[in-house]
């Protein structure tokens, strides 16, 4: 496999720039990530990448032979069922097979050896070619990626129009995996996937053996896959090395160190300034001129863009509520006849930043309802605590007015001046003229940070969001989470943003099968403790397995090793406990190095309580962990 070059591309609307000598290489392994803004072009780019805009300059160089594979978000699909749709990858193939099924009929029934060489030669091409592109492995090809992406055996004879838009975005990408082509480009492929489904991606992509170029928003889902990243921004093109993170580091290193040249330059051009206005009409005239003849050529460094930060003064500040702000008692929903959970039970205490997580369908949205009292619980009680006043995000927007300018929407709403309403549209990256668009013509995205911004103004202590990362690019990712870190009450979210749930979520309830678990940490925490989980259940499988084994070698039960499978089973499932505890502890630790877990003297000594718990309780295992493994 070549490699895919990218050389000096210029590309322009009219007279305005979308982007300038953009120049990369896509090789084999690689897994590069293209970031940026909305509106700056990604998409743009990877179209003229795929010869489906043409270009004003530069040129792309696809290997010969090698082909790529494109999943842009409204993909376009075929009449018909799920299976033949995805059989659609395999087109040359099922020719082929087709051909060969005409070849060796051809071959049963002739008898003349010269015409019969020839069909026997013919049918060897094919056969190689049907190999080659993997002919004798499609079938299974299509049921790995299907299954991995969500669907079922059932799904495969189902028309492709009664599927959810979410589901036709999963089926574009799981007929463009199938073939596992020599350079792979996904245009936002976690839209509409569950975390679930994003993880199988995640391993898919992680071992996949051509060239990757990805458009994402997913910060998480870009640490896990990509070893490169390359930033579209200011109409140029910057290379990181590296995952998000490691990008994000090298960039705050780069823009310090542009902030400090840019202080320095400004510094010399003072001093020079001053120089030729002091010298300019006397006896050093002559260096004077000289000076500003330099002045005049020098480049000058453009001063770094200050990243805007939240900042929760001058907001309606919430009010107090009581300790106990939410709690579901046994509490049962359904729609009709369906039943979506039963019997659930959860806490929301004050200070709390809950996340609520699980499968597509699990419930999540219906659960938000309950509370906000959109819907009325078939069993048990939902309970709000005394003075809590709620803030419900909804995927929606309904609360927003279609008709006004952005700026009027704050102002007849809060009675703010344009001032002050330009000053929090700002904090949510509404500047300039961005203020006076129509509500009505905004893009999603746009929508979510004006209802997010809405609702920091409502004054409630209790919000619960919906998805509202939704639709966000980064920058407007990164000003939302500066709001709710600021935010100084309780919040509920359902969110299948990793990175986000990470950064703001101290408590994790995953909702699933009918039944919640809580997880007391952010999303890591979660995912390890979950990874835990499985390795016991897979551990005691094990056990049961070998204990099976044994009984049926020994053709009768033996008490002796009975004993030895159930000691066994106990030993690694106290090595679990243990792993569980000490990452408990090392999350309590990292609680209690935070200054802000202090402020409240109450909550400091709670704290301190918990981890000495912890600490004795971990004393305990390894002490019984000793003894077992003596015995």
């Not at 049926?552 to 004993?563: A, V």
Request: a negative charge; hydrophobic letters at 35%; one cysteine or more.
């Amino acid at each position: 496999m070549g490699i895919l070059r990218v050389e000096n591309l210029h590309k322009s609307f009219g007279i305005e720039t979308l982007f300038t000598n953009v120049s990369f290489e896509l090789d084999r392994g690689d897994t590069i990530g293209l970031i940026g803004a909305n509106g700056t072009g990604k998409t743009t780019l990877m179209r003229c990448l795929l010869g489906l805009e043409a270009v004003d300059g530069g040129r792309v160089a696809v290997p010969i032979g090698e082909n790529i594979g494109y999943v842009q978000q409204d993909s376009t699909l075929h009449q018909g069922t799920l299976y033949e749709e995805l059989c659609s990858a395999y087109t040359d193939i099922l020719v082929c097979q087709d051909k060969m099924h005409e070849l060796e009929q051809a071959i049963a029934v002739e008898k003349e050896e010269s015409l019969l060489d020839g069909l026997m030669k013919e049918y060897a091409k094919v056969v190689d070619k049907f190999e080659r592109g993997g002919g004798y492995e499609y079938e299974n090809n299509i049921r790995r990626v299907a299954f991995g992406l969500g669907f079922t055996t059932e799904d495969f004879s189902r028309k492709i129009e009664t599927f959810s838009g979410g589901q036709k975005t999963r089926i574009c990408l799981a007929r463009a995996l199938i073939r596992q082509p020599d350079f792979l480009f996904l245009d936002e492929p976690t839209n509409h996937l569950d975390i679930g489904m994003v993880e199988w991606l995640e391993e898919f992509l992680i071992g996949y053996p051509g060239g990757v170029l990805i458009i994402s928003h997913d910060r998480y889902f870009l640490d896990k896959v990509v070893n490169r990243i390359i930033e579209l921004e200011n109409k140029a093109l910057t290379a990181y090395k590296g995952n998000y993170t490691s990008y994000m580091q090298q960039k705050a290193e780069n823009m310090a160190a542009l902030e400090n040249a840019y202080e320095k330059q400004q510094d010399h051009i003072a001093k020079t300034e001053a120089y030729i206005r002091m010298y300019k009409a006397g006896i050093k005239s002559k260096q004077a001129r000289g000076r500003e003849k330099q002045l005049q050529r020098l480049e000058r460094i453009v001063q770094p863009a200050n990243i805007a930060r939240f900042d929760f003064f001058g907001f309606n500040p919430p009010s107090e509520c009581a300790e106990r702000v939410a709690e579901l008692e046994e509490a049962s929903a359904a729609y009709g006849e369906r039943k979506i959970f039963e019997k659930v039970s959860l806490l929301i205490r004050k200070g709390d930043g809950v996340a609520l997580v699980g499968p597509n369908g699990a419930g999540k949205t219906t659960l938000l309802k309950l509370l906000t009292g959109e819907l009325t619980p078939v069993g048990g009680r939902v309970k709000l605590g005394s003075r809590v006043k709620i803030g419900y995000f909804s995927q929606e927007h309904e609360g927003l007015n279609g008709k006004n300018r952005i700026v009027d929407e704050i102002m007849q709403e809060y009675g703010f001046s344009e001032e002050r309403a330009r000053h929090y549209l700002g904090a949510f990256l509404f500047r300039g003229d961005d203020v006076f668009k129509i509500v009505g013509e905004l893009s999603g995205g746009e929508k979510s940070r004006l209802a997010m911004l809405k609702l920091m103004l409502t004054g409630a202590n209790f919000l619960i969001l919906d998805e509202p990362t939704n639709h966000l690019d980064i920058p407007a990712k990164e000003a939302v989470e500066e709001a709710i870190l600021s935010f100084p009450g309780t919040f509920l979210t359902v969110s299948h943003d990793r990175y986000f749930l990470d950064k703001v979520a101290n408590c994790m309830v995953e909702l699933a099968d009918g039944k919640l678990e809580e997880y007391a940490g952010n999303y890591s925490y979660y995912r390890e403790k979950k990874l835990i989980q499985q390795k016991e259940a897979a551990t005691a499988q094990v056990v049961v397995a070998k204990q099976e084994s044994i009984v049926k070698k020994s053709g009768r039960p033996r008490q002796r090793q009975t004993d030895q499978a159930k000691s066994l089973k106990n030993q690694q499932k106290l090595e679990g406990e243990i792993a569980m505890l000490e990452l408990e502890i090392k999350t309590l630790e990292h609680r209690l190095n935070d200054p802000a877990s202090h402020e409240d003297q109450n909550a400091s000594q709670q704290l301190a309580d918990e981890y000495s718990k912890a600490q004795t309780a971990l004393a305990e295992k390894y002490d019984a962990w000793v003894e077992m493994t003596e015995e």
